[in-house]
């Protein structure tokens, strides 16, 4: 059984939605109604996912974002508490909606409109006021759903205070060189990782190629690349070392990288190797992928042993 000496602190900065799945046989046309088979409401957003991936492994873990003052953001802010989640710094405003992502999903493929809502209300003063809670943490965590300047703004903070930090570049937005060498982790998908790239990757030895070659430009930073079924591979100034996937059925894998995430900021944050992180990372992954929901699916430790 994997053992914790403390509890690690995180502050996770970044948004929180609520996903409006609907289900049914077809896409509609142009103009055209038609009849839907189900509809979930599901809380969402990569910032609240990865907070309470975090939470369920036994972190103690502080949100800063924003929900509206809606019927949706009294919803998401219980629904995090109920993970154990601290909330003290999620912003209620009055006046906003809060986000929303309504995915349109057939078997054969999905549609998704997401509207940032409160989460585009985050600014860098708004992240500023509670730096004494990033301060505090072990490690920071950020993702791209919430303006770019508070973002930037939180990881400063935390570079300035010794803190470490984890950016996932999700979704894959322009970065400076700057902006990403303030990450001591930058964890990309395979798809993002691309685009960051500029060209194309087509082999796993191109992926590696571009790995080694990230590495040298970044030198202090470490990067891991997720790549679903395959696994993950992290590139270091020893090399890039792949942890593959176990095989489990697929049921929902929304969630994927968010726990992955989690898992990763979590052992970092307890002062484990990644040769210890890496795999347990993985493995969160893999269970969460076989739950209906993101946060449902995200893992204990004892789901994990």
Not at 27 to 43: C, F, L, R
Not at 78 to 84: A, S, V, W
Not at 208 to 213: N, S, V, Y
């Amino acid at each position: 059984m994997t053992i914790v000496a403390k509890q690690p602190k995180i502050s996770v900065a970044g948004s929180l939605n609520m996903d409006l799945v609907l289900k049914m046989q077809r896409m509609p046309k142009v103009g055209e109604t038609v009849q839907g088979d189900e509809i979930h409401y599901i809380s969402g957003g990569k910032g609240a996912n990865q907070a309470v991936g975090c939470a369920r492994l036994g972190a103690e873990v502080k949100m800063i974002g924003a929900v509206g003052g809606d019927a949706f953001g009294s919803e998401i802010m219980e629904r995090m508490r109920n993970f154990g989640v601290h909330t003290e710094a999620i912003s209620k405003l009055e006046g906003a909606s809060t986000g929303t992502a309504t995915i349109m999903h057939t078997s054969e493929d999905n549609c998704i409109v997401i509207v940032p809502g409160a989460n585009g209300h985050n600014t860098a003063e708004s992240i500023a006021a509670h730096a004494e809670l990033i301060r505090q943490s072990d490690v920071l965590i950020v993702q791209l759903e919430i303006p770019m300047p508070a973002v930037e703004r939180a990881l400063r903070i935390a570079r300035e205070a010794g803190v470490r930090t984890i950016l996932n570049p999700a979704p894959a937005l322009p970065l400076t060189k700057e902006q990403i060498a303030m990450a001591d982790y930058f964890t990309p998908n395979e798809t993002e990782f691309e685009l960051y790239c500029g060209t194309a990757i087509t082999s796993e030895e191109q992926l590696f190629e571009r790995m080694t070659a990230w590495q040298q430009q970044y030198p202090d930073q470490t990067l891991i690349v997720t790549r679903g079924k395959h696994g993950i591979s992290c590139a270091t100034a020893d090399g890039i070392v792949t942890v593959p996937a176990p095989l489990v059925k697929v049921v929902d894998t929304t969630g994927a990288g968010d726990s992955f995430n989690a898992a990763l900021c979590f052992g970092i944050a307890s002062g484990w190797s990644l040769d210890q992180t890496l795999p347990l990372a993985v493995k969160a992954a893999s269970y969460s992928v076989t739950v209906f929901g993101a946060q449902d699916g995200m893992p204990t430790l004892q789901n994990l042993n």
